[in-house]
């Protein structure tokens, strides 16, 4: 029918949204999707699914972003959203610093060339032994969460340490409370309200092995409109110039951390970049010369926004079931192990069929998880083809932030792997965990 019809092509070509797919997604002839020139069925064939793939292109291309829109700020890429050795390179070659939480995060940025000096470590319940870690190698900045975390520092440091204090400036974003992060009441840093803020603030300046340069702050996720960002500005100027009044001291640092928008699904907005740097300049200025302070150092804090849409998910349909009165499943070979968001938070998707033209009709159905959980679904209500049948290939765009990282192995089902793509070329940047891996830890 194509042969006859060649217009009928573009109208069975999946609706690629270019604000969610990676930069270089494109549909071939034969109706596949295709990254990095690479079709999906390629890489399905030959990693198998389910499987992450990174469009290296559309992650460089959004770093630079970054650099070249936020000119005169700091950024650094924040590696919970997504951190392999390979991507940590990436990062470095565009001119980034990493943020780490862990030891084991540390470790890969420094295995993927990361500099020392460019790396920041955040937790708010960091041990002695990542603490020393840190100190021991040299990291730019640790962003301290709690007094005791200060006096660890403090005994640690063999050399004085750059730390930045972590303050809530009681911001509220609205949204998921598990994305709230700049309200009061919640586990991270010190309210800017009462005294707290300013204790940790004495207690850094009584220590002789730290040099406290700035204040930090995170105001929530899935941020999109950047006026926040300016009020967490002009709260945290005029707190960095009651520590010069009290305490002589003028902080050099202002780091908003990251919590950047992004689209998951049509219609979705994500943050302006262009937007944000005009709301920092402003809210610096206004702050700034309202307390006659001098103009610090911005730092951002990018993650997500930088890695999520440069990656999609492989998975193959296992079985398509109608329940009578009920929604139709198709049900694939991975789900909440590979992606927890959607049992999490909710989170919405977008997905599309990856290995031919969805021709004839459409249905609504759910994509449904392989796991033991009846809240085990990647995406509910999407229009998919009648067709769709067992081996059929889907990919589900959006899905370089919170996936691997927040992986798991229930069931014991082990983790997908992670496969790169750029000019035609797949590379295998994390293998898939196998059964053996999972046994390996078992000593019973």
């Known amino acids: 029918m194509l042969e006859i019809l060649p217009s009928l092509r573009d109208a069975a070509i999946p609706r690629i949204d270019p604000a969610i797919w990676p930069l270089t997604t494109r549909v071939d002839e034969q109706g596949r999707i295709t990254i990095g020139r690479l079709a999906l069925t390629e890489i399905a064939d030959e990693f198998r699914t389910p499987a992450y793939v990174l469009d290296e292109a559309d992650f460089r291309s959004r770093a630079r972003h970054y650099r070249s829109a936020l000119r005169g700020t700091e950024v650094v890429y924040a590696g919970k959203a997504l951190l ?4 940590a390179r990436w990062a470095a070659e565009e001119g980034l610093g990493v943020d780490v939480s862990s030891a084991a995060e540390l470790a890969t940025a420094l295995a993927g060339g990361v500099a020392p000096d460019r790396i920041v470590l955040h937790g708010n319940a960091k041990s002695c032994d990542e603490l020393r870690d840190a100190v021991d190698v040299g990291v730019g900045r640790v962003v301290v969460d709690s007094l005791m975390e200060i006096a660890y520092l403090a005994g640690l440091a063999r050399r004085r340490q750059r730390v930045l204090i972590r303050v809530t400036p009681g911001i509220d974003i609205g949204g998921h409370r598990a994305v709230a ?15 707290h803020a300013f204790e ?7 220590s002789p092995q730290l040099e406290l340069v700035g204040l930090h702050c995170h105001i929530g996720s899935l941020v999109t409109d950047p006026e926040p960002y300016g009020e967490a500005i002009r709260r ?10 009290t305490h002589g001291v003028t902080l050099t640092e202002l780091n908003i951390g990251g919590g950047h928008g992004v689209p998951y699904v049509p219609g979705d907005k994500a943050l302006d970049l262009s937007a944000l ?13 309202t307390e006659r302070f001098p103009r610090p150092r911005v730092v951002v804090e990018p993650g997500r926004a930088i890695s999520a849409r440069a990656g999609v998910t492989l998975y193959r349909v296992c079985a398509v079931k109608s329940q009578p009165g009920g929604r139709t499943f198709v049900a694939v070979d991975g789900g909440m192990s590979d992606n927890p968001r959607v049992a999490l938070y909710g989170a919405k998707y977008t997905v599309a ?45 959006c899905t370089g932030a919170y996936h691997h990282s927040m992986a798991s192995t229930y069931n014991m089902v082990g ?26 830890r078992d000593l019973g």
């Open 415 to 440: 983790r997908p792997p992670v496969v790169s793509v750029r000019d035609g070329r797949a590379e295998l940047l994390v293998r898939r965990e196998t059964t053996a891996d999972l046994l390996a």
């Open 200 to 206: 940790a603030v004495a207690r850094v300046l009584a």
């Open 84 to 87: 392999t050795t390979r991507v």
């Open 353 to 397: 069929l990856a290995n031919r033209h969805p021709l004839g009709p459409s249905m609504k159905v759910t994509v449904a998880g392989r796991h033991c959980e009846s809240g085990d679904e990647i995406i509910r209500d999407v229009d998919l083809p009648a067709d769709i049948r067992p081996g059929d290939l889907l990919a589900v765009a």
């Open 277 to 289: 740097a005009e709301v920092i300049d402003e809210a610096l200025d206004a702050a700034c010369a």
């Open 181 to 195: 992060t700049g309200v009061c009441d919640q586990k991270f840093g010190f309210a800017l309200t009462g005294e």
């Open 236 to 245: 945290l100027i005029a707190a960095m110039a009651d520590v010069r009044r």
